[in-house]
């Protein structure tokens, strides 16, 4: 899936530090579970999957770092 700024989730976790690569697995493992005991559809999993996306981008940019700074796009 590509967001309307050309970059693909493989992408955006190629920006990543490796430690926040961990973290953003960790995440997307915890919230599968959790979302799989629930009963939900493919598309709703898509569209939840997209928002932790673009909230991790939102709270990378809130940082000063400027190595860090990603630019934010809807998916």
Not at 2 to 22: A, D, I, S
Not at 25 to 39: G, T
């Amino acid at each position: 899936m590509v967001n309307e700024c050309g970059v693909t989730r493989e992408e955006f976790r190629g920006m990543l530090t490796q430690h926040k690569k961990r973290s953003l697995a960790q995440k997307i493992r915890h919230l599968n579970k959790k979302w799989a005991k629930e009963e939900i559809t493919a598309k709703e999993l898509v569209s939840r999957e997209e928002k932790l996306y673009k909230d991790l981008i939102r709270d990378a940019n809130k940082r000063k770092r400027k190595t860090e700074r990603i630019e934010l796009c809807d998916y």
